[in-house]
């Protein structure tokens, strides 16, 4: 299988930026990025108030020195200028999680728009881009066409279509974007077991995350969904994926992107799998493992 990978070439994503290395969803990660020559990068994008585009993972932000907890979709233009993403608070998950991240304490929330003018000077960087959407806390974000839309409209506007891929949990996303640019790339995140997290599973038939497709019509086949709906690219959480799964996926014309693989045992065994692409929050880690197969190759 490691002959496979070498052949087909595995891409390395920045996860959320380099969010093991630099505040997640910020100017500064994206640079890094482009500077140790990571070519692809996934990140979130959701509406604040008055359907401005930002990026962010979270529903909430926290206002007036950590006083005010609100909704990105209720905060204004002018209250996303204020916020402080630079540095994560000690203590925190996140910095229990992410020790080494580094402290930029002017670093701002970008907005979509000024993200994709950076982009655009920024060639050939992939974009991934991952919309935020609830299918059952409905309030959390704007409706899907809505954000779509938005989206849609500054990718076009930047002339970034054929440089990203929409992806989401919520395939009602997805429909809504094979609805306004069907040119653009779908990528359909998926979560079959929870495997210990806090998250909610998405691939249940009956699970409105599905958006009404089951996937008795596509042969007891998520891959097969996936590529009937006219999905490009499959976005597995790395601990769901199977060897035959991934083969299968493959021989449907999907790419298979496995999120996120941090480890150096996890990230060989995908390698070693034969993947399209590796979503990480190291991903220096990935291009070392990536150097050190293409070396062991080399020699046989």
């Known amino acids: 299988m490691h002959s496979d ?12 930026g380099a969010r093991g290395i630099y505040p997640e969803n910020t100017m500064a990660g994206f640079q890094y990025l482009f500077d140790i020559g990571v070519t692809a990068v996934e990140f979130d994008v959701q509406n604040a108030a008055n359907r401005l585009t930002v990026l962010a993972h979270d529903p909430h932000v926290t206002l007036n020195d950590e006083a005010e907890i609100r909704l990105v979709r209720k905060t204004t233009a002018e209250q996303v200028k204020q916020l402080k993403v630079g540095a994560l608070r000690p203590a925190s998950t996140d910095h229990i999680l992410f020790p080494d991240q580094a402290r930029l304490p002017h670093e701002k929330v970008p907005t979509f728009d000024a993200f994709c003018a950076w982009a655009s000077d920024h060639a050939p960087m992939l974009l991934n881009v991952e919309i935020k959407s609830h299918a059952l806390n409905t309030d959390l974000y704007d409706a899907p066409d809505v954000i779509v839309s938005d989206v ?22 997805q429909a809504a974007c094979a609805k306004r640019n069907p ?25 409105l995350w599905l ?3 089951s996937l008795n019509n596509h042969n007891a086949s998520l891959p097969q969904a996936i590529a009937d709906l006219g999905g490009k690219v499959w976005c597995p959480f790395f601990k769901d994926l199977t060897v035959d799964a991934l083969r299968q996926a493959q021989d449907l014309g999907l790419l298979v992107n496995v999120w996120t693989v941090n480890d150096i045992v996890d990230i060989d065994r995908m390698i070693g799998f034969g993947v399209d692409g590796i979503i990480s929050d190291y991903p220096a880690r990935v291009q070392n493992a990536l150097a050190r197969h293409d070396e062991d190759l080399s020699q046989i």
Not at 187 to 206: C, F, K
């Open 5 to 16: 990978a070498k052949q087909r070439g595995i891409q390395v994503f920045g996860h959320r």
């Open 152 to 173: 849609v409209d500054i990718i076009e506007r930047h002339d970034l279509s054929n440089r990203c891929v929409i992806s989401s949990f919520d395939w009602r996303v």
């Open 183 to 207: 040119q653009i790339r779908r990528g359909y995140l998926t979560l079959e077991q929870a495997h210990g997290t806090t998250m909610e599973p998405n691939v249940i038939d009956g699970s």
């Open 211 to 213: 958006d009404g497709v």
